[in-house]
């Protein structure tokens, strides 16, 4: 079968359900903050899955902030990076101040 036709996990309707109220039209662009986290991953999962569904015809880019603030940071970014790898997804990468300079204004 199409994998366009396959029932959606219920967190994949919820989503849809929250699209359909929000978005204006289909074919619309989305930019999905992404950290690496479980919460974001889920999100992205979520509208890549509805993204070439009939109605909603999302085009998504990957957006990530390395903030080098955590010893992690570095491996969030590439986790991130490689995400939108494998979902073919197009992804951009914001990097702020330095983590002294970061820290430092915190």
């Known amino acids: 079968p199409d994998p366009r036709d396959l029932p959606l996990h ?8 929250g699209l359909r109220r929000t978005t204006p039209r289909p074919a619309t ?10 919460d974001s991953v889920a999100l992205l999962r979520a ?5 070439p569904r009939r109605g ?13 603030l955590r ?18 997804l197009p992804a951009v990468r914001a990097d702020v101040a330095e983590r002294e300079a970061a820290v430092a204004w915190l």
């Open 56 to 68: 909603f015809g999302l085009r998504l880019t990957v957006a990530h902030v390395h903030h080098h």
């Open 10 to 17: 219920p967190f994949v309707r919820a989503v849809a359900a």
């Open 29 to 38: 662009r989305l930019l999905v903050a992404v950290s690496g986290g479980a």
């Open 71 to 88: 010893d992690d940071a570095d491996g969030d970014a590439a986790f991130v990076r490689d995400l939108a790898d494998t979902l073919g």
């Open 47 to 51: 509208l890549h899955a509805l993204a």
